[in-house]
């Protein structure tokens, strides 16, 4: 809708006694010609519901903005900012190659431990922040769900998609961690973009489930740190898939990060892929995807008034 | 004409009780999913109904082009539940609503500020949050900051702000939104006279402009003076709809009307709020104008009566009353003794006795009032103190100006004398 009006420049518009006259202004007049078919019916939908991805669609900004809000916001008032992004998977890291590299002597792949660690572990910090934020985003925004109408799956969309820029962060780390160790770049980094997309879909998936969860039993709360710490056990993220004995290697595989963390070391470190694993996981994140949308659609109805 | 808003047979059922309002745990709900098929053998059919609410039921209308509408009615009829629905925040139960145009909905009016954001972050942010493009908001910026005059305070973080400079940044940003249709709670509730008066002048003009608005308020004046129509709802049903003069008197009538008058009795002495002195029978509140026995105004003069036993034969009583506005803050006392100096100094037979006591117009504010009864004997002790449930409305003048319709602050609103005079020249 196009603002025509240039008087409004001229005459700023005083406070205390809003006049009558400024009504003339801003002339929007009442819309001409009322289209056929309502722009939006609003009825009760019992089950499932159609995705509106054009609804989606319309709202990308608003997208934007709360993923910019939740960037911002972030580390306002931190002392180091921005170096969070850094300081958790480099320290974690630090301590893996201490305690699993040195100490347990947990191999890697031949790759030297600290740069495998730090591979797995920019994944994974990325995935585990994605779906806990995520997972939080619904409840932690009560007071936009209950007062104004949008796509509801942006909230946990941008909780995911603020995670992605610390994620940009952390990889520089690694670019440089790379160059210490002398580690080359091949054409398996064709891959990455795949990886990140993967993970980024995954932590949706399981975002977006968790988040609608959430609303109604906020067990979720107390579940997902927990949640996080067994899975990240459960992935090749300080020891290679390849440590485990083959019937457990397999199993390993129905844990859809397996694939996308050993992807990632593939991509970035040169090693070879693993296309079974690979096709696994992007199977099972395509699946959850649509599972978890659709059922965020069925439970979305009811957040308003429970949330 | 073909109306830009048709809502049919609306309806919206909530759950109640602590169970399901609050939310479940998956505990409960397993336990639920094990205990509903025993407790449904054991209560034969056991489908019971008694946990919900119909916070809407039947609602139908239909909003032409460019119609402002009022909606009316006492807490809990529904009037929120209605914009939500509309708005889209919540599902309705039943029912269907047809809406022709881009809506946007202003249920608070700051909604999704975040307190770490600067103000111009904040524009940018609210916009986005209430509908508004990227682009829609780079032109319309400048006017926006001009609307709230915080220029130099653009880059400051909002939490820094004091209250009235967040809400006028907040409805700064609201104000700009130009959807075919606008859905407006009760925004002008919050902020100081000032504010309402300029969020109340950017609703005439929205009003003047075309657009069609949907509006929920309590003041009855602004209802008045912006809508043709009103819309009055009453435990969720539409309880009157038409030309909004005559909505709002029949509003305040049904709801108000005979609370002008209300009064407290009790005929049985022995039940009756007391003690062995003195026992109560009666507490009215009265309209003394003729004229406007509808409701009273600022203007209206008025009395309140206070009946009662006296049980002690030869004790000296006085009436005192607190009189309280809805913040219960005291707005006076006022007293027998001192008021009816005469009578003050009889000791009276027992017996049933009645003390009036008269105010005039032009003295209480707008607003809901209470008082207490206090008995007093001999002119120093209390003996007897009772907090009166009778409470009394006291209704802005309809004749008040478009520019006037906020509340003005203050306990009372005494109509004084006021004089101008040129005392010198240049």
């Not at chain 1, 906020?218 to 004995?245: E, G, H, N, T």
């Not at chain 1, 070391?265 to 599972?291: D, E, H, K, Q």
């Not at chain 2, 909606?71 to 047809?98: D, F, Q, Y």
């Not at chain 2, 909004?244 to 407290?264: D, I, M, P, W």
Request: proline share 5%; charged share 20%; net charge neutral.
């Amino acid at each position: 809708m196009g603002i025509s009006s240039t008087n409004n420049e001229a005459a700023p518009i005083s406070t205390a006694n809003p006049t009558r006259n400024r009504t003339l202004e801003n002339h929007q007049g009442p819309p001409e010609g009322l289209p056929e078919e309502p722009l939006v019916v609003i009825e009760p939908n019992g089950g499932w519901n159609a995705l509106e991805l054009r609804d989606l669609w319309a709202y990308r900004e608003l997208l934007y903005f709360l993923t910019w809000r939740d960037v911002k916001v972030r580390y306002k008032q931190t002392e180091l900012g921005v170096a969070w992004a850094i300081i958790q998977p480099l320290f974690t890291m630090l301590i893996f190659t201490l305690f699993f590299g040195r100490l347990a002597g947990v191999p890697s792949d031949n790759v030297p431990y600290p740069i495998f660690a730090f591979t797995g572990l920019l994944a994974w910090t990325f995935f585990s922040n994605a779906i806990t934020t995520s997972g939080n985003s619904l409840v932690g925004s009560a007071h936009l769900i209950t007062k104004v109408y949008f796509p509801r799956m942006i909230i946990p969309g941008a909780a995911v998609a603020a995670g992605l820029v610390d994620f940009a962060i952390a990889f520089v780390i690694l670019v440089l961690l790379m160059i210490y160790y002398g580690v080359g770049i091949t054409w398996n980094i064709l891959m990455f973009p795949v990886m990140v997309l993967l993970t980024t879909v995954l932590a949706l998936g399981t975002g977006m489930w968790l988040s609608a969860l959430n609303v109604k039993y906020r067990d979720i709360r107390f579940v997902l740190p927990f949640m996080v710490q067994l899975w990240m056990y459960l992935s090749p993220v300080i020891y290679p898939a390849s440590f485990l004995p083959a019937k457990l290697r397999s199993l390993l595989l129905l844990n859809p990060m397996t694939g996308i963390i050993e992807g990632y070391r593939s991509a970035m470190l040169g090693r070879p892929f693993n296309w079974i694993a690979l096709a696994v996981s992007a199977a099972i994140t395509l699946i959850l995807l649509i599972y978890s949308s659709y059922s965020f659609r069925r439970m979305e109805k009811s957040f308003a008034d429970i949330v | 004409m073909k109306p830009i808003v048709r809502a049919t047979t609306l309806g919206k059922q909530y759950t109640i009780g602590t169970r399901e309002a609050a939310y479940d745990t998956l505990r409960e709900s397993i336990t639920q999913a094990v205990r509903a098929p025993i407790r449904r053998l054991r209560s034969g059919n056991g489908k019971r109904n008694v946990d919900t609410i119909w916070a809407l039921k039947d609602v139908n209308f239909d909003v032409q082009p460019g119609e402002v509408v009022g909606i009316i009615g006492s807490n809990g009829a529904g009037k929120s539940t209605l914009l939500k629905v509309l708005s889209r925040i919540t599902e309705p139960t039943t029912g269907r609503v047809e809406l022709y145009g881009r809506v946007a909905s202003l249920l608070e009016v700051g909604t999704g500020f975040h307190p770490e954001l600067t103000g111009r972050e904040n524009i940018y942010l609210n916009g986005a949050i209430l509908g508004m493009k990227k682009t829609e908001i780079n032109t319309k910026f400048n006017r926006i900051v001009d609307f709230s005059e915080l220029e130099r305070f653009l880059d400051t973080p909002v939490k820094r702000y004091s209250s009235g400079m967040y809400m006028r940044l907040a409805f700064a940003v609201a104000s700009h939104l130009e959807p075919e249709i606008l859905i407006v709670d009760e925004v002008l509730a919050v902020g100081d006279a000032q504010f309402q008066k300029k969020c109340l002048g950017k609703m005439s003009d929205v009003a003047s402009e075309g657009r069609t608005v949907l509006f929920v308020s309590h003041n009855m004046i602004a209802i008045q003076s912006l809508c043709k129509r009103a819309l009055w709802l009453e435990g969720g049903a539409i309880a009157d709809d038409g030309g909004a003069g005559t909505v709002v008197r029949n509003y305040l009538s049904h709801s108000f009307g005979n609370k002008s008058s209300e009064e407290e009795v009790w005929p049985d002495i022995e039940t009756a709020p007391g003690n062995d002195s003195v026992r109560l029978h009666r507490v009215q509140v009265r309209s003394l104008d003729e004229a406007s026995d509808q409701h009273l105004t600022t203007r209206t003069p008025f009395c309140i009566d206070v009946e009662y036993w006296n049980l002690q034969p030869g004790a000296n009583l006085t009436i005192t009353l607190h009189l309280y506005t809805e913040q219960q803050v005291i707005a006076f006392t006022t007293g027998s003794g001192s008021g009816d100096p005469e009578w003050s100094r009889r000791n009276l037979p027992a017996g049933l006795f009645r003390t009036t006591c008269y105010m005039p117009g032009d003295l209480l504010n707008v607003g809901r009032h209470r008082f207490n009864v206090l008995v007093i004997k001999d002119l120093s002790s209390v003996i007897y103190q009772y907090e009166s449930a009778v409470t009394f409305e006291i209704f802005d003048l309809d004749e008040r100006a478009l520019s006037q319709y906020a509340r003005e602050p203050g306990v009372v609103k005494p109509d004084l004398k006021w004089k101008t005079e040129q005392v010198g020249a240049l």
